[in-house]
């Protein structure tokens, strides 16, 4: 199956500081990549949406503004959490839709752990 | 009412049994269903998807669709130890912009 590759797997940072996280789909392109959320024995938490050379869509409650994301080819996409801090400790997941070819199936990066110190 | 609803479980099935998971969805308008598999500390990974009414099979996962009552359900055949985990039923809908909405995921434990 299609493969998306997220990086890096893990990352602790001191508060105040910001961390990037990348999401490339290896064997196809996305023109559409999603950032989801997940804290511990909850279920996913979508966060915004990410088109190539648009904008990202944020979803209701999430400060866009913290949660910078730039999806600057059709199989890159980044988010930096910036000035973060220790609440905003959780696992990251984004994910790939590939084209009409597969079904649109959306398909998941390997996931981020980021903690905050 | 969530858009996507599934029991949070956890569904208990005997090594070797059919574990039965359900899903219902409250957009009519939703073209594509999926079932993923997360492991604990792990991201989904793909099981199955399904876009028209019926039955759909791969390997011991047979996914059912039924637009009509709006539930999508997944059957695991032979069930063994390492399919222990949540599965999360996830449905796109063309209404909420393509996005693909989760249900709460149902956790499943098989026991030996």
């Known amino acids: 199956g299609a493969v998306v590759s997220q990086h890096p797997s893990w990352v602790i940072c001191k508060s105040g500081t910001s961390v990037k996280i990348e999401c490339r789909s290896l064997?196809?392109?996305?023109?559409?990549m999603f950032w989801y959320r997940q804290f511990p024995k909850q279920s996913l938490m979508l966060m915004a949406t990410s088109n190539e050379g648009s904008k990202a869509t944020y979803e209701q409650g999430v400060e866009k503004d913290k949660f910078l994301i730039n999806h600057a080819s059709l199989t890159l996409s980044t988010l930096t959490v910036t000035s973060a801090h220790p609440e905003d400790s959780s696992f990251y997941i984004c994910?790939?839709?590939?084209?009409?070819?597969?079904?649109?199936?959306?398909?998941f990066g390997e996931g981020s752990w980021l903690t905050v110190v | 009412q969530k858009e996507v609803e599934q029991n949070s479980g956890p569904l208990s099935v005997p090594e070797g049994a059919i574990a039965s998971l359900n899903c219902t969805y409250s957009d009519r308008g939703s073209q594509s269903f999926f079932w993923y598999r997360q492991y604990s500390g792990k991201s989904p990974e793909l099981i199955m998807s399904?876009?028209?009414?019926g039955d759909k099979e791969d390997g011991r996962f047979t996914a059912q669709l039924n637009k009509a009552s709006q539930y999508v359900s997944l059957l695991i055949r032979d069930s063994q130890p390492s399919d222990s985990a949540t599965y999360l039923c996830a449905v796109n809908s063309r209404a909420a912009g393509n996005k693909l909405t989760f249900g709460g995921g149902t956790r499943v434990l098989v026991k030996p």
């Open positions: 994910s790939a839709r590939a084209g009409s070819y597969s079904g649109n199936t959306i398909y």
């Open positions: 064997d196809f392109q996305a023109t559409t």
């Open positions: 399904i876009y028209s009414n």
